[in-house]
Each structure stands twice: as C-alpha cells, then as structure tokens.
C-alpha cells in the first residue's frame, strides 16, 4: 500500500512538471499493482492527449464509459483532433447549451472548442454569434489575453464569411493588438476577401515588420518566438496579393523562391507546414499553366510527406477549391468526374458547384449541353438572383439571348414579386437592373426603351407594395435607392419620386444621402414643390464648396470629357477663363506594327541584304573564292617570304646516297638495253 501512495506522489509531480511520458508509465505500474482506480485512468488520458496521442485516449475514454463513466468534452476534442467534425459536435451538445453561463471557465472552454469545430464545418455565422456573446464577458473581467486570441480569431471568421462584412477604416486597433502578428495577418485576409488590395497589401507589411522585428530580438521572455511557418505564410500572402492584383511575373518569381527556401514541394517538407505547401501548389496552378499530372502528384507527395490525408489539415473551401482545379486540370480526360464527386463532400453552396459544372460543358464544346442542364438548375432553384446573374452573363457569351430573356422574365415574374425577403447586395441588384438594359437594347434596338420602362414599372410596383410597413430588412432602403436611380436614368421621374419618397419617409430612413438627393431630383424634373425640410437636410450633406459655384458658368461651360491627372483635386476651380479655354487636339503617333516575336529594344543583328541572291553571287562567297585563288600562288606556312626563284635558278640536287644513286644508274641502263632490242 505504501508502495502504491508512493507512485501517486511520484505521478502528481510528473504530470505537474509536464513528464507526461513518464506519467503515463507510472500510470501503467499503478494499474499492474491491482488499483483500479477511474481517476488513474483519466490522468493517463490527460497525458495522452498532451502527447497528441487521439486514438488511445479515445479507446480508454470508451473503457471509462463502460464504468459509466463519461467524459464529453475530452471525447469531443478528440473527435475533433481526428477530423470527425460532426460526431465532435453532438458530443458536445450533450453537455448542454454553454452560453447560459460564459462567466464560468469550463463553460467558456466547451464555447470555444464549439467555435474551433463550426469554424471546420464553415458555419461562420455561428461561430460570430458566440464570440459576440464571450466578447462583453472578457471586456468587463479585462482579461487581456483572451480578448487578443478572441479578436484574432474573430477576423478570420470574418475574412472567411463573405457575408459577414466589417468596416474597419475608423476602427480603433487596441493596444494589446497592436504586436500581434495573427491580427494584422487576419486583417489583410479580411481586407482581400473585400478586393481592397491597398490595405490589405499595407497590413501584411505591419506583420512583416512586426515578424522580422521579433525575429531578431533575443530577449523575448513573455512571447513567443516566431517560426519558419509564419515567414512562409507571409511570403505566399505577399504572392498571393501580387497575382490578386495582375503582377503574376513577380507572383510566380515569389511562388518559386517559397518552394526553394521551405520545400514546398514535398522532398524535405516539415508535416506542420504541409498545409502551406498545398496552397502553395493551388495559387501557382492558375498561374504557371503547368500539366495537370505535375499538379495532381505534387499534392499526391505532399500527402504521403504529411503522414495523413490532406482534407483534414484543410478547411471546407479550400479542400473544395481543390477538387474543383483538380477536376479543371483533367475536364479533357475521363478522371474528371471523380473530383467532381469529392467536391460534392466539401462544398458549402452546391451553386458555386452547378456553376463549375456549366463552365466544364463550354469548355468541353457542349454548348447545347450546358444550355439543357441550366434550365433544369433554373426549375430546382428559382429565386437564387446572385447564381443566375452569373447564368445570364454566360448565355450571352454564348450569344444565346433567347435564353438569357427567358430566366430574366421568370426572376422579374417570380423572385421579384417577394422585394421585402431579397437578401442580395444593393450592387448585385444594380448588375442585374443593368444587365436587363443591356440585354433588351441587344434584343429589341427599336422597342428596347418602352420594354425597359416596363420591366422597371414591374419590379417598382411589386418593391412598393410587397414593402409595406416592413423595417426588419436593412437593406430593403439600399435596394429601393439603386431601383429608383435606373428610373431616373430611364426617364422615370413619378416612379423614381415614389422609390425615394417611400425610403424617406414609410422606411423612416430620412439621413439616407442617396435618397435625399435622389428624391430632390425626381420631384424638380416632375414639376414639383419639393418640401423645405428635405432641402435643409441635404444642405446639411452637401460640401460646403458647392454653395461657392455659379450657376451660370455651369451653364456656359462645356462639359469635361477627361479629367486631368495632374491637376490636384484641392487646386481645381471652376472661374470662368479656365473652364472656356479650348485645348488643341492632339495628333495621336501611330504606332509600328513589328513581326510576331519582334522586340525592338533587342533587335539583334542587321539581316543579310544580299539573302535573295543566289550563293554565288554574293559579295561573301566572292571574297572567299578570291581568297583561296591568292593563296595558291604563296609560299607555305613557316617558308621565307622573298622573290620566287625562277627554274634556270634552281640547281638539280645530287643524290643524298649511293642507294639513291645506284637506282638511278640502273633504270637507265635498262632503258638502253630495251632501245637495243627493239
């Protein structure tokens, strides 16, 4: 027994000294001794979750369980730690609704390991629903540190939603953010999920700075020093940006120098950053245009150098994004159906899908195909605006505006008769309220107006009644804003003067700047009294330079038809001398047509003229046969370069030897001797 208490002791300081590999031996020993205690079994599942060891804490977790003994939350982080995102869940919701509570820590822990798991499931706007409900909590206890970890991790719920959008140009950055370099990363993600390229660009160079910063101060006690994972993901942000914003040259020049320093590619790949080397692949895909196969087993070896399968150290639209390339890569072979499937696990809107699935039919030439599957995505889902406006825009690259007509009638006929539920963008609606102008003038050149001041009739009258007395949608006032500017520009002032009156004053919206000026415009070109209070409310929103202008030298003064680059928006003025001023026009230089290839900063060498002569009668060629009939008459190499001497001058040579000699002497008796015979 005494041996037994000494091993508990022994046990507690390991485990407080984090021994964990020793703790789960003493464990081991405690059990062998006969004590089977519960609480030596859930010490060795602690220690085996430090050591990252999911499996085997799962199987002692069931052994407890049939001791009726449970542990929810150990068991759902394990689940989750083994990609089993939705058993993970329900185990967790057994333990009951943690928000009831917040103050307390453990319920605090169960909300965050909830997050962590609806963040992989990508159901973001629960995840920002509860980090709204822990922000207050950890603001009124000043709990510094989890507000830093809160903040972070709620920008990249942000940056990953698109339909969560913050403005963050007047936000005010505390000062526990301010060092962080996750913040200022999250940041720059949430700024490019909005195309704001310039901050996100200068976000990134925050983090950089704050990287390298930390990087070559040796005394950092309370924080952690940065790791080589984090310099790789700010140099595949940085490319990232650059093909964002069209530099793809200095984009690949960077993707390549990544795949150099770190091994992106899979040889010598750490299994901690494999994740940054797929996405690595997946950006300079699109790029390089290299084959299909180089791109589908590089993501092979960084499977196998990750020990794992890939999807799991990914998110939802990522492994999604990648099925879909995967399937791209090989639409010409018969491989592409299978990645088509894969994708169907991991896609969050099975639109974006049927999308991709329409595009593969183009490219593969089956225009009448993707034609056929569109109306049959058209009949399952016919109130989804943002899906077909994508459709349309295809149909007429197609040059099928018979088609293009027929979905437009039946979302003006049937998704716009419920104006108040519209959940699209005040600049989607706008997209679409053109594209019904384009297509109709396209169509009808001659009765395109009237069809067009239709349609908008149509749309104004259902937005006005179906929006009766309903304020929960907040973007109902944008919408009717964007609806009623088309009216004006279609020479629709009445039902423009509705469109804004109806935002003013039944919406109670009467601050809106757009609907102010747009109400004062439509009531004057109606003939109109346009009512004082409505006046003064838009004196207040005007700048105050528009009261210093002349009416009638804007009316004399010709219409601009390019601003000047030069000219600094504060130095403009509108005098009269300077708006009059007719600038002569300038003679456009024509520019040279070169041949295909041609650089005309490196022209190389001057072409042979004399290229279509024939051989011989080439100034080269004669040279070299000039040269050669000189060279016959000269001395050899090493030979003294004097007179030729003439033949009287040389002398016969006597024989070197008496061989020589002997062998003259006989070859000429014996011609003598045959003259004699004959």
């Known amino acids: ?126 995840c920002d629903k509860l980090y709204s409900l822990i922000e207050p909590i950890l603001t009124k206890e000043n709990n510094v ?44 993600c949430l ?100 084959t299909s196969h180089g791109y589908i087993d590089g993501l092979k070896r960084l499977s196998i150098t990750s020990k794992d399968n890939i999807q799991h150290k990914l998110t939802l639209n990522q ?23 894969e994708a169907e696990k991991f896609s969050v809107d099975p639109l974006k899908l049927e999308l991709f699935k329409i595009g593969l039919f183009i490219l593969q030439g089956k225009a009448k195909k993707a034609v056929q599957y569109i109306d049959t995505v058209h009949r399952r889902n016919p109130n989804n605006i943002e899906f077909f406006i994508s459709v349309i825009k295809i149909l007429l690259k197609l040059k099928m505006t018979n088609h293009a007509i027929k979905i437009l009638d039946s979302i003006v006929n049937e998704s716009l008769r419920n104006f108040e539920q519209l959940t699209i963008s005040p600049e989607l609606f706008d997209e679409f309220l053109t594209l019904i102008q384009n297509i109709l003038t396209e169509k009808f050149s001659s009765s395109a107006l009237e069809m067009i001041k239709q349609k908008l009739k149509l749309i104004q009258s259902s937005a006005i009644s179906q929006s009766v007395g309903n304020r929960s949608n907040s973007k109902l006032a944008s919408l009717l804003c964007v609806l009623g500017k088309h009216l004006l520009i279609t020479s629709l002032p009445e039902e423009a003067a509705e469109c804004f009156r109806f935002v003013l004053e039944d919406l109670a919206d009467s601050e809106n700047e757009d609907a102010l000026s747009g109400y004062v415009t439509a009531y004057t070109l109606c003939g109109y009294e346009v009512s004082r209070t ?64 041609f650089d005309p900063l490196n022209p190389g060498p001057a072409p042979d003229p004399e290229r279509w002569l024939p051989k011989e ?43 020589q000699a002997a062998m003259s002497s006989s070859t000429s008796f014996r011609r003598s001797h045959r003259k004699k015979r004959r």
């Not at 689940?79 to 333990?95: G, I, P």
């Not at 989890?146 to 990249?156: D, P, S």
């Not at 003439?646 to 030897?657: D, L």
Request: hydrophobic fraction near 35%.
């Open 534 to 597: 409505y006046l003064r409310q838009l004196d207040k929103k005007l700048p105050k330079n528009v009261f210093s202008m002349d009416a009638e030298i804007l009316e004399k003064m010709e219409a601009p038809t390019r601003a000047s680059d030069r000219d600094d928006q504060s130095s403009r003025t509108l005098s009269h001398t300077n708006l009059t001023i007719k600038k002569k026009p300038k003679h456009k230089k024509r520019k040279p047509r070169y041949p295909k290839g």
């Open 191 to 290: 700024y490019l999920s909005n195309n704001d390229f310039d901050n996100a660009m200068t976000s990134l160079e925050m983090s950089e700075s704050l990287y390298n910063s930390f990087l070559g101060d040796d005394d950092l006690e309370d924080q952690q020093h940065p790791n080589p994972s984090d310099e790789c993901s700010l140099m595949l942000m940085r490319a990232f940006i650059m093909q964002q914003m069209g530099q793809d040259q200095e984009a690949v020049a960077l993707y390549d120098e990544s795949f150099k320093k770190f091994g992106l590619d899979g040889v010598k790949l750490e299994p901690s950053m494999v994740h940054l080397g797929v996405v690595a692949f997946n950006n300079c895909f699109s790029l390089k245009n290299g």
């Open 1 to 126: 027994m005494d041996k037994v208490e000494g091993l508990y002791q022994e046990l507690q300081l390991l485990v407080k000294s984090e021994q964990y590999e020793a703790a789960t031996h003493i464990c081991d020993k405690i059990r062998l001794l006969g004590c089977m205690d519960n609480d030596v079994l859930r010490t060795k599942i602690y220690c085996l979750i430090q050591k990252k060891m999911w499996n085997q804490a799962l199987f002692l977790i069931k052994t407890l369980e049939k001791n009726n003994v449970e542990l929810p939350f150990e068991k759902s982080y394990c689940l989750y730690r083994n990609n089993s995102f939705n058993d993970a869940l329900s185990t967790l919701e057994a333990l009951g609704d943690p928000t009831k509570a917040l103050s307390k820590l453990e319920n605090r822990a169960i909300s965050y390991l909830k997050i962590q798991i609806l963040y992989r499931l990508g159901r973001f706007g629960e």
């Open 617 to 659: 009668q080439r100034l080269s060629f004669r040279k070299l046969n000039k040269n050669r009939n000189n060279k016959r008459g000269q001395t050899e190499k090493g030979r003294h370069q004097g007179a030729m001497p003439s033949a009287n001058e040389i002398k016969a040579n006597a024989p070197s030897t008496a061989k």
């Open 319 to 341: 492994n999604f994004i990648i099925c879909l390339n995967k399937a791209l890569a090989l639409f010409n072979e018969g491989g592409f159906k299978y990645y088509i499937k």
């Open 145 to 188: 540190e989890e507000l830093e970890m809160l903040q972070v991790n709620r920008l990249a719920v942000f940056s990953s939603n698109n339909n969560l959008k913050e403005e963050f140009e007047d936000f005010d950055i505390p000062d526990y953010l301010t060092n962080s370099i996750e913040y200022w990363f999250n940041r720059c």
